[in-house]
């Protein structure tokens, strides 16, 4: 076993493994997803109790092993109490969690994708913020720091600045133009043009400091749902479950 590291990361799952054990996977600003052993932690009485379950964001102490790490303690920052009392929020956090356990790659960190996420169930306690216009704002904007950043700014077939047309088959809006002469686009309101572009540009402290009407709400949903599905293809139980209680 190698010296202990301390690492800045949120707790993305925890499951038991054993007769006391659990398994953690932790997403990283240092190291990316890594799987970490807590030896003991479902006894009463043991220091990892309240340090191993998920969304709980601090530092963790951690041993280096061949294949995973093993916790050797954590100072917790953030339990995100509040979104654990919801149940609709837990399972758009759990969702969350599940989307970077899924596409996170082990060892490479990213500071974006983890200060994301800790917005993202920051935002989930804001009871103004309705939680379906969170989801497609985590979704729109993680993809774009995963690489799959939508052409939003100007017109993916010719580069006219003023968009005004969603077309899936590239990726991304076209102008009024190419919009006439293309199959299979969504002509867009102005705010929800304007929306997908803040939502890709804007710092992440202020990507939650907005709402929309309900119009512009539905068609920022169907874009973003659209386009996540195309670039991601796996089926979360996090999210049946989140779509059975809507």
């Known amino acids: 076993m190698k ?5 800045r990361g949120i707790v993305l799952s925890s499951m038991a493994v054993g007769d006391y054990d659990k398994r953690l996977v932790l997403l990283t600003k240092e190291r990316g997803k890594i799987t970490a052993f807590a030896r003991g932690a479902r006894k009463p009485n043991s220091p990892y109790l309240g340090i191993s379950e998920p969304f709980n964001f601090g530092k963790f102490t951690v041993y280096e092993g061949f294949d995973a790490y093993r916790l050797a303690g954590g100072e917790i920052k953030e339990y995100f109490s509040d979104v654990k009392k919801d149940i609709e929020a837990v399972c758009y956090g759990t969702y969350f969690c599940d989307i970077l356990e899924y596409i996170s790659v082990e060892g490479v960190g990213d500071a ?3 200060n994301l996420l800790y917005v993202s169930l920051k935002a989930l306690m804001n009871p103004k913020i309705p939680n379906p216009l969170i989801r497609r704002i985590f979704e729109l904007r993680l993809l774009a720091f995963d690489g799959e950043e939508m052409y939003a700014f100007s017109c993916v077939k010719c580069a006219n600045d003023e968009v005004s047309a969603f077309y899936p088959a590239g990726d991304g809006l076209v102008c009024k133009r190419c919009n006439e002469r293309l199959q299979g686009t969504k002509p867009l309101n ?4 304007y929306t997908l572009q803040y ?3 804007v710092p992440l402290n202020k990507l939650y400091h907005f709402q929309v009407s309900e119009s512009v709400q539905k068609e920022f949903d169907e874009v973003v749902d659209q386009y996540f599905r195309r670039h991601v293809t796996k089926k979360f139980n996090s999210l049946q479950i989140l779509e059975a209680l809507s």
């Open 199 to 201: 939502v890709l540009s």
């Open 112 to 114: 974006n994708i983890l």
């Open 3 to 7: 010296e202990k590291i301390e690492l």
């Open 190 to 193: 102005e705010t929800t043009v």
